[in-house]
């Protein structure tokens, strides 16, 4: 693509100002409309697939050649979506989508003004296969396994994009571009490809690279001509969520040396600047993510993310996510996430309830411990105070599991930084995205050891970095070429064969 136009959108709607056919002007009709359109793009060149050429021809007709087109570059060139009639007015419009294993999240965008409409999110459907990355990869690879995994993405999708347009008055028609970012797994499975490889030595995927694909080819209920961009994948274990993070926080356009932290299915961490970027992955993801504790919860309304502890009294002051509908009616609490879980744990060391080992001091928990089935256990909400009717306790195996998960996180960052050679202290910004972003409090995860004692200020939350990415994508020409750029200059640091960071862990 031409320098000067590395930041205009790469989907956009031309009015090519065509004049119907006569005796002197016998042009054919695709010839006329690819001719149009050269014109408003200042000669380049102009493809139209055999698909449309009838539909074109027809619709010329009908509103007597007076149309708009919706096109898209590719590769230098542009390519016809879809032609629509002049004078309906009716906005472009795309979605961007973060392709989570356990949630997915849609963003309806005007791709003419660049404006969000809306965004709604559900639980993956295939969840109802496995709620792992694994069960899903064995069932994908059993008779028709891939397939349904598929359909059940994709019919899903569908459904929820259908209702988000409907909701902001967009016709499936209308929509003519989509940019999706998930981990490799599930863009395989997004795709229809075999995951086989992914969970196996050599750890291969299908494909990493994958371009643009027309959404017709993958069954969308959206304009069949609309190109589909997929974020490119690294590997097996560092997907094209990562990808689009990076993209979001922008540390692949800064001076300084910066890291993202994405803590999903597992915590994905990159470190580096505009010259270089190393990445990797690990498994401390699921229990942050709230699978570590009988009361975890993924966070949610109702679900407990803050705790403080007064520290003579003992007593608990429990803060839940609430939405901005029930935010002031007081609800009971149904368990906790993960941000949740690290506040608990550091205001129980810091009020002397648990020692450095992360045991229970008995005689400063009083009757809030209680031993189950040779387990202790610290009731957190007696039954009374719980939206479950019964009592959510934390229990010495999940302080436990809780120190597990936090010794591989700051294990990855510290194997991580020692690889490039590089000190915490000489971090620029420390950048946690995505949902444990958002609620974690960053004294609490260096309070128990999790994350650096670093400066409040150098901790960053972004949110959903991942969705945000794929928006950025969606938008502009320059933003998408950067996504594979970023692909291009990662270094991927394997952890699964790192005998420091086994060392270290232990």
Known sequence: MKEKEKNCPWIRKVSPGLTPPSLRDNTADVDRLIKGIKKELK??????????????????????????????????????????????????????????????????????????????????PQI????DILTRIHFATRGEGLLRLQRMLIERLNEEIGALGRKHGVWPSRIVGMSVAGNTTMTHLFLGLNPYGICRE???????????????????????????????????????????????SG?????????????????????????WLMACAGAAGPALEGGVADMGMMAAPGVIDRVVIDPVTREFTIGM?????????????????????IDLAAQLFLAGMIDLRGRFVEEECGDRVVEEDGIHH????????????RALTLSQTDID?????????????????????????????????????????????????????????????????????????????????ALFQIRDQITYLELNVNQEFMNLFS
């Open 202 to 248: 050599p750890y291969i995927p299908v494909v990493n690279r994958i371009g643009l694909i027309r959404s017709r080819e993958l069954g969308l209920d959206i304009n069949p001509g609309a190109p589909v961009l997929v974020s490119p994948n690294v590997g097996s274990y560092f997907g094209g969520d990562l990808i689009a993070g990076i993209l979001a």
């Open 43 to 124: 000669g380049e060149e102009v493809h139209v697939d055999f698909s449309l050429t009838g539909k074109v021809s027809a619709s010329l007709k009908q509103w007597g050649y007076d149309v708009s087109a919706s096109i898209y570059e590719e590769h230098g060139d542009w390519r016809l979506i879809d032609i629509h009639d002049a004078q309906d007015n009716e906005r472009i419009c795309g979605v961007a989508i973060d392709l989570g294993s356990t949630t997915v999240v849609l963003r309806l965008m005007d791709l003419e003004t660049g404006i969000a409409l809306g965004e709604s999110s559900f639980h993956n």
């Open 251 to 275: 540390i692949n356009r800064q001076d300084e040396v910066s890291f993202l932290v994405d803590v999903g299915t597992n915590a994905e961490v990159v470190v580096g600047n505009k010259e």
């Open 321 to 341: 996510i609430q939405t901005a509908a029930d935010s002031n009616q007081v609800k009971r609490p149904v368990g906790i996430c993960g941000s949740g879980l």
């Open 128 to 131: 109802e296969i496995g709620a």
């Open 401 to 481: 599991g809780l120190i597990r998960s936090k010794a591989a996180m700051y294990t990855i960052l510290t194997t991580i930084a020692n690889t490039v050679n590089i000190s915490f202290t000489e971090i620029g910004k420390f950048y946690v995205a995505g949902t444990f972003g958002s609620y974690i409090d960053p004294r609490s995860a260096i309070t128990i050891g999790m994350i650096p004692d670093l400066p409040l200020e150098t901790y960053v939350s972004l949110g959903n970095t991942s969705l945000e990415g794929a928006g950025m994508a969606l938008l502009g020409a320059e933003a998408k070429e």
């Open 378 to 389: 610290l009731i957190v909400v007696p039954p009374k105070d719980s939206g479950t009717g």
